[in-house]
């Protein structure tokens, strides 16, 4: 399979503050990444879709203001959660689409727990 | 009406019984399928695509039913270590649509 990176792992910030989470598609390029939300015990849930080159595109009820997401080149997209607060604490994953041909796969990053104090 | 629906579960399983999930999807153009595995506070990892004709791995084996619109993933001999959340996937153009995911819970 391919490796997707995210990185930071983990972060626990202060409330108000902002974090930047990165993805980077380590062997192969990315033209769309997905950025995922998910509290304990519950489903993943579709924040938005990364383009390379463009802008995001959010699902309905995420703030595009409040999560920035740039996506500058081919292998690397970043989600900014500004302005934090204690309900934005949840595991933040990204995935990559990669397509081969007719196949394309999606493969994920390790997570970002972010707790926000 | 959701993209994809999986049931929840949770299945909990003797070691060594087989256990089937499946999952529908509404929309007939999706073109490709997956079955992801996630373990508790990790990422899911993609365990298998679906393919027309199914195929198998080991003791995973999946299945495509496009007139029905469903996958299928059976899994033989079931392990301890098979414990986790089972999602599916369908992928059309640009997007994955995951379903919500099926707790397993293998016991000894």
């Known amino acids: 399979g391919a490796v997707v990176s995210q990185h930071p792992s983990w972060v626990i910030c202060k409330s108000g503050t902002s974090v930047k989470i990165e993805c980077r598609s380590l062997?192969?390029?990315?033209?769309?990444m997905f950025w995922y939300r998910q509290f304990p015990k519950q489903s993943l849930m579709l924040m938005a879709t990364?383009?390379?080159?463009?802008?995001?595109?959010?699902e309905q009820g995420v703030e595009k203001d409040k999560f920035l997401i740039n996506h500058a080149s081919l292998t690397l997209s970043t989600l900014t959660v500004t302005s934090a607060h204690p309900e934005d604490s949840s595991f933040y994953i990204c995935s990559a689409r990669k397509s081969l041909g007719a196949l394309t796969e999606a493969f994920f990053g390790q997570g970002t727990r972010l707790t926000v104090v | 009406r959701k993209e994809v629906e999986q049931d929840p579960g949770p299945f909990n399983v003797p070691e060594g019984a087989t256990v089937a999930f499946n999952c529908t999807y509404s929309n007939s153009a999706s073109q490709s399928f997956f079955w992801y595995r996630q373990d508790c506070r990790k990422e899911p990892k993609l365990l298998m695509s679906?393919?027309?004709s199914g195929n198998e791995d080991g003791r995973f084996t999946a299945q495509l039913n496009r007139a029905s619109q469903y996958i299928s993933l059976l899994i033989r001999d079931s392990k301890l270590s098979d414990s986790a959340t089972y999602l599916c996937a369908v992928n059309r153009g640009n997007q994955f649509y995951f379903g919500t995911g099926t707790s397993l819970t293998v016991i000894p």
């Open positions: 990364s383009n390379e080159g463009s802008k995001a595109t959010y």
């Open positions: 679906v393919y027309s």
């Open positions: 062997d192969f390029q990315a033209t769309t």
